[in-house]
């Protein structure tokens, strides 16, 4: 299936490791994300994200085949997003109802309406914005307190669960800014905050393991307060040591480096 491309047009679709049900889920593709599709086994596609390149598997079904003009043109576009927890849109002439998460991408949308190829959708609610990040700090502090209490879900990028590097790159997409998808991916990003005295809102923090490994990541309130997905999305302290987390009254996590983005 070489030089085929797909769009999901369901909520969401889990991204998986191998051609499994049963297999891994890495990450998630939401409404409105494209794909390039470079394998086929079975009734499953290898795909390889259009925006940060992850690659995975997913289910023939759940995929909608796109010509690659029409990411070209989408590319071109103001990328329209959803920015409530759920927002319901109508399905077509029957107006079936639909829910979508937070940060969905409406195509070619004007009007309250949009469409791919040939289905289109009317959106039901007013909370729908094309993504800035002209106030930024500000922004980030209420976008990712939108996500507080979420669950942890290796491989989410949704408020029904997420991981740490699915939270910080779902908040920043809603505003406007591309990460990659895993957190030691993302910390080749932006650039280095020396000193954490000097950290502001919307920089990203990292943390390694014992083996120096980059295994977690989360998005500065301040200096001195971070928000993170573990176990839940919950706000911490963090010094130069790292994480001191308020549940276990103990450091959880060894501070690495911060990153800045904007």
């Known amino acids: 299936m070489q030089n ?12 998986r490791v191998n051609p499994l049900h049963s ?20 009734y499953w596609l290898k795909v390889k994200h259009t925006e940060d390149a992850y690659e995975g598997w997913l289910d023939e079904k759940q995929v909608t085949l796109i010509e690659y003009s029409i990411i070209e043109e989408l590319k071109s576009e103001p990328q329209f997003l959803t920015n409530e927890v759920s927002t319901m ?5 029957l107006k079936e109802p639909f829910y979508l998460v937070a940060g969905s991408t409406l195509p070619f ?19 729908v914005f094309i993504p800035n990040h002209e106030d930024f700090e500000e922004d980030v502090q209420e976008t990712a307190k939108m996500f507080l209490n979420a669950p942890y879900l290796w491989g989410g990028k949704t408020h ?33 905050v020396d000193f954490l005295t000097e950290a502001k809102a919307g920089d990203l923090a990292f943390f390694d393991n014992e083996e120096g490994k980059i295994t977690h990541v989360g998005i500065m ?20 040591q790292g994480i001191y987390s308020t549940e276990l009254q103990k450091y959880s996590h060894n501070l690495r480096i911060v990153k800045r983005y904007v």
């Not at 769009?7 to 889990?14: F, R």
């Not at 891994?24 to 599709?37: H, K």
């Not at 949308?109 to 909370?127: C, L, P, R």
């Not at 790159?169 to 991916?185: C, E, N, P, T, Y």
Request: aromatic share 10%.
């Open 4 to 15: 085929s491309f797909g769009i999901c047009q369901l909520s969401v679709i889990p991204l």
């Open 221 to 240: 309130l301040n200096n001195s307060q971070i928000i993170h997905a573990s176990g839940k999305v919950k706000i911490d302290r963090i010094d130069n």
């Open 109 to 127: 949308y004007t009007d309250g309406k949009f469409w791919i190829g040939k289905e289109f959708y009317q959106v039901t609610s007013n909370n």
């Open 160 to 192: 029904f669960g997420l991981d740490c590097s699915g939270f910080s790159q779902i908040v920043f997409k809603m505003l406007g800014i591309q990460l990659h998808r895993d957190a030691s991916q993302q910390a080749e990003q932006g650039k280095l």
């Open 89 to 93: 849109i109508l399905k077509g002439t």
């Open 23 to 42: 297999s891994e889920m890495i990450s998630q593709i939401l409404f409105g994300d494209t794909f390039e599709i470079t394998g086929k086994e079975g």
